[in-house]
């Protein structure tokens, strides 16, 4: 039966939380301050965008190793006039390379078959970059988009056929930010569709065969809120969804908050201030393991939106300590056994005459750990790493015989 970590062992020392700073740097007299709002496991270093304009730039997708994104800038562009809602030119998509160092350059026109004169809005493209699902406004109607699909055809160099609207489309309502799941199964995206919980709710629909989609399921309260929830995105893993919202105690406008979907603990966990402000910060996505793009409209940006590039640097921590026996002696040649909230193993160490063990554990995630010695009852618990302050955790694992001394008698 496994039990909480931080409760069952017994410990020959206080258990101790290090306050110290996920950078430390003994070296270092003024390290990085803590940035006690983030709790997202991941460390942010934030860069301007080079192609930021007047107008506004929000990243979308990627396809081809290509950023697309979504523009009122109007290189190469169609037609002409302005947004009434928006006060800028009407939206279309763009293509940007993108470098070893991951900032976009080059922005050119992505498709004069899915650019239309009217809003262009968020894409998502499936696995195999064959079926795009975009998203278009009209121009007396511009709040309101809807969800359209389109093929690549065989053989082209990216001439888009088969367009449709998708049966999920409804006038009353709009269809936005859609984001297909990298096993290509799902889509999410965000919607203010009769029965949300507030003005826009994230949602997933399954994908079927065909392309066409199964029926809308709301992702419930614990990430939606009373508030706006859009621009979902998940980790290439599968087992976190980014999404901006003006909900969970938001700093101001829309920031981005990263939940597992993986686990029954939801709870929305934010950025943190090196993403984002009082401001609008939405859009956020990876385009590698560490990289990728926002947007912000915040003051000292250029236009309406301004694009942002990032790095993101796991946020390490340490959990270590002895193996131990009912009379306090270390245990040598004992396993200790390193598991993910899924079970599965990351490591396994076998602790020598020190009884030591010592595992490298991620920041705001929730593990397992099991403890097996020959003559002894297995051990096994569940621990969290969700301390802000601190990179070492010191625990005392104490074993029970398997067979006590009364049965002895």
Known sequence: MKTPFLTVFTLLFCMVYFPTISNLDPNNKNPKPIDKLNKSGLEFHVYDSEINTKYSEIPSAIFRN???MV?????GGLGNGIDYNTKEPYT???CLDIDAYGTAKNPLFFSRIINTKNNEGQVAFSPD???????RSTRDNSLNY???KAVLEEGSNGNWVDELELAINNDNYSIENPHVSFDGTELYFSSNMPGTYGGYDLYVAHINPDGSLGSPLNLGPKINTRFDDNFPHLSKDGK?????????????GHDVFVSSISEDIKTPRNLGNQVNSKFDEVAFMFTNDNQGFFSSNKKEGKGGFDMYRFKANVIYQQVQGVVVNEKNEPLINTTVVLFDIEGN???RQTTGID???SFKVKAYENYSIEVLKKGFQKFESTFSTYETDAIIYKEVLKLSSKVSIVDEK
């Open 66 to 68: 290509k950023l697309i």
């Open 345 to 347: 193993e990351i490591e």
């Open 240 to 252: 976190k969804l980014f999404f901006s919202s003006k909900g969970h105690d938001a700093i101001g």
């Open 129 to 135: 970059e064959k079926t795009i699902y975009f998203t």
């Open 355 to 357: 009884s030591f063990y």
């Open 92 to 94: 279309e998509l763009f």
């Open 71 to 75: 523009s009122s800038k109007k290189i």
């Open 146 to 148: 809807q969800l359209h």
